[in-house]
C-alpha cells in the first residue's frame, strides 16, 4: 500500500544551525510533492513545491531536495530560528488523484535559543 | 487564511447525534476538501469535491457524508456522531488540475462527541 514516513520524533536544534526533515514514500510516483507548516491550533500553510523532474528547490531560508530514485525528500531550514519551530507536514498526490493530497504524519521541529 | 471560514470552530456533541461541519471559501476554487487531523495519524482525507454537487470518497470516509450545492459551500454530516470522531477536522480549497496545485486550509473545527 502507499506509505509516507516522516520522523515521529521531533527534532530539536540549536539556534542558527541547519534543519533538515525527510519524507519518504512507498509505492509512489508522485509528480510532485510539497512541504506544509503547522502551527498549534492553526491549519497547514504551504511551503514549497518540488517536482518530479526538480532535484532541488529553494526559497529564501529554505531548501528542499527531491529523490525519485531513493523515494525521498529532504527540508533543509538554514540558519533555524526559534520562530521556525513548528510541525512539518510532506504531502503527495497519490496514484491516480492527481489533485488530491496525501499528508504525511508530520515532523515537530523545535529550535532553541 | 486565504478566505476560508470553518464553522463552528469547537463543538461537543453526545454519540448518536447528527452534526454538520460548514466549509465556506471566497477565492472561487473548484477543489474542496475534508480532512480529520489525529495525534499520531496526521491528516487523512475524507472526502474531497472536485465541482458543485461532485464528490468522492477519501481514505477515512466510513461514517461521513459531504454534499456540495455551491461553488463556496462544503458541508460534512456525521450522520451519527461517535467517539472515534472527535478529531480535530480541516477543510482545505484548492485551484483546477495544475502541477502547482497547493492547497489552502482554514482554521479547523475541534469536534468532542462525548
Known amino acids: 500500500s502507499q506509505k509516507i514516513e516522516q520522523n515521529s520524533e521531533a527534532l530539536n536544534i540549536q539556534e542558527g544551525k541547519t534543519a533538515t526533515l525527510t519524507c519518504n514514500y512507498t509505492?509512489?510516483?508522485?509528480?510532485?510533492l510539497q512541504w506544509y507548516r503547522q502551527d498549534p491550533g492553526r491549519g497547514p500553510v504551504f511551503l514549497l513545491l518540488i517536482r518530479e523532474n526538480e532535484k532541488e528547490k529553494r526559497k529564501e531560508r529554505l531548501k528542499v531536495t527531491f529523490d525519485t530514485t531513493l523515494k525521498q525528500s529532504l527540508f533543509h531550514i538554514t540558519a533555524s530560528q526559534p520562530a521556525d519551530s513548528a510541525t512539518y507536514l510532506c504531502?503527495?498526490?497519490?496514484?491516480?488523484?492527481?489533485?488530491?493530497?496525501?499528508f504525511g504524519a508530520g515532523t515537530r521541529l523545535a529550535v532553541h535559543p | 487564511d486565504a478566505g476560508i471560514t470553518q464553522s463552528p470552530r469547537h463543538k461537543v456533541t453526545e454519540t448518536g447525534t447528527p452534526v454538520t461541519l460548514r466549509c465556506h471559501q471566497t477565492e472561487n476554487h473548484r477543489y474542496m476538501y475534508w480532512y480529520r487531523q489525529d495525534p499520531g495519524h496526521g491528516l487523512r482525507l475524507i472526502h474531497y469535491s472536485y465541482g458543485v454537487k461532485d464528490t468522492d470518497k477519501g481514505e477515512v470516509s466510513d461514517g461521513y457524508s459531504v454534499s456540495r450545492s455551491k461553488t463556496e459551500d462544503f458541508l460534512l454530516t456525521l450522520e451519527s456522531a461517535t467517539s472515534s470522531q472527535t478529531s480535530v477536522y480541516f477543510c482545505a480549497i484548492s485551484d483546477t488540475g495544475t502541477v502547482n496545485t497547493e492547497a489552502f486550509f482554514g482554521q479547523g473545527t475541534r469536534l468532542t462527541v462525548v
Open positions: 509505492n509512489y510516483s508522485p509528480a510532485y
Open positions: 504531502a503527495l498526490p497519490p496514484s491516480g488523484g492527481y489533485n488530491k493530497l496525501i
